[in-house]
């Protein structure tokens, strides 16, 4: 079983910065592709930004230039640091992993840490 802790949201004014970790337990880790996804009231989640286990990174349009994925697989952390945050980032971002291990496909959540970018 893996578990993915999220932690380091708040309230931040517009402009501000945050950074998200996501903690992983179990040794999936350093082999998945990690993700940070967001859902604001009365929307769908979608995709922020996804970080494979070799480094390629790939972000949301809405995001890029702002937000920068990284990850530290000896501490099985996945980060998020947002700058320039706007009112319209405001959501729960939830952390993702997900890959294959001899052909069987996984995929975990974490539990959300929300995020709220307010004057």
């Known amino acids: 079983q893996v578990q993915l802790v999220e932690s380091g949201g708040g309230l931040v004014q517009p402009g501000g910065s945050l950074r998200l970790s996501c903690a992983a337990s179990?040794?999936?880790?350093?082999?998945?592709?990690m993700g940070w996804y967001r859902q604001a009231p009365g929307k769908q989640r979608e995709l922020v930004a996804t970080i494979t286990g070799g480094g390629s990174t790939n972000y949301a349009d809405s995001v890029k230039g702002r937000f920068t994925i990284s990850r530290d697989n000896a501490k099985n952390t996945l980060y998020l640091q947002m700058n320039s945050l706007k009112l319209e980032d405001t959501a729960v971002y939830y952390c993702?992993?997900?890959?294959?291990?001899?052909?069987?496909?996984?995929?975990?959540w974490g539990q959300g840490s929300q995020v709220t970018v307010s004057s």
């Open positions: 993702n992993a997900n890959g294959g291990i001899m052909n069987v496909r996984y995929e975990y």
């Open positions: 179990g040794s999936i880790f350093s082999i998945s592709t």
